[in-house]
């Protein structure tokens, strides 16, 4: 090394004299850089953004509930040819504050989606900021397309089953709340249920579990199936439990494959 090389490495203290840097750093694990807060200001955050959630369950279920004619009319449906009594004081108006609640929650779902991403975006790295759109959007797709088979299939299937037993001996008069108080469970139960890949796509991208350790439970995973199919329906009827747990059990081994498709 020459004089004059020397003298540069000395007043330069930003040559890195082995070449080597910071490369075993990953600029995907960085946190990108972001405004410290207190833990004070982080709670006061929190407050402000369960808040804006709150006021905007409010509003949409105060709109679900101005238009929940219609929305009953849907719900009614699957029940073709089932005539429905109110058979206590104020029952329907009842049934049409639980219709409105859940309709309310779930069309404010992405705002409050939203304000969760807006919470938690400080504390993530590069890496698990890719990953936060396509968890979002796939959650949401899943919780639809939970609600659509729930509403076609499961639905029709056991309201079918509960009909058909019996029919020759009693006539079909259900009470409007009984019967919404069975479907909407339903309906909510199948969502949730469909984010199972969603769950195996965390968990493996996070390094807890790999795609090959999810396909070595099978087993286990066919009689968890066949538990939550029976935990999850409100009816008794085999069918509907056994379509629930074929659900399950497919949108496990669509997770695995999500999973491997991402090299986990």
């Not at 953004?49 to 699957?78: D, H, M, N």
């Not at 404010?108 to 396509?134: C, D, H, K, M, N």
């Not at 479907?183 to 890949?197: E, K, V």
């Not at 286990?220 to 056994?242: C, E, H, N």
């Amino acid at each position: 090394m020459t004089p004059s090389s020397e003298a540069e490495t000395i007043t330069n203290p930003n040559i890195d004299l082995e070449g080597q840097g910071n490369s075993d750093t990953d600029p995907l694990d960085e946190l990108p850089g972001e405004v410290e807060m207190s833990l004070f200001d982080h709670l006061e955050e929190l407050r402000q953004r369960i808040f804006y959630s709150l006021i905007a369950v409010v509003i949409f279920v105060i709109g679900c509930f101005l238009a929940v004619k219609p929305i009953v009319q849907l719900l009614e449906v699957p029940a073709a040819g089932v005539k429905f009594l109110q058979l206590a004081p104020g029952e329907y108006f009842f049934v049409s504050l639980k219709v409105a609640g859940y309709s309310g929650l779930v069309l404010s779902t992405p705002f409050i989606l939203y304000q969760v991403i807006q919470f938690v975006l400080p504390g993530l790295t590069r890496r698990e900021r890719r990953l936060v759109g396509p968890i979002v959007l796939g959650s949401s797709v899943l919780f639809i397309g939970g609600l659509v088979f729930a509403y076609s299939v499961l639905i029709p299937a056991a309201l079918r089953f509960f009909i058909s037993y019996g029919a020759d001996v009693v006539e079909q008069l259900w009470s409007i709340d009984k019967y919404f108080e069975f479907i909407l469970l339903l309906l909510f139960s199948t969502g949730l249920a469909f984010q199972i890949p969603i769950i195996q796509l965390l968990l493996g991208n996070l390094g807890i579990v790999s795609s090959d350790r999810m396909l070595s439970g099978w087993r286990y995973v066919i009689m968890a199936a066949v538990i939550l199919g029976a935990v999850l329906t409100p009816s008794t009827d085999p069918l509907t439990q056994a379509l629930l747990a074929s659900a399950v059990l497919g949108l496990y081994m669509g997770g695995i494959g999500l999973v491997k498709l991402t090299g986990k």
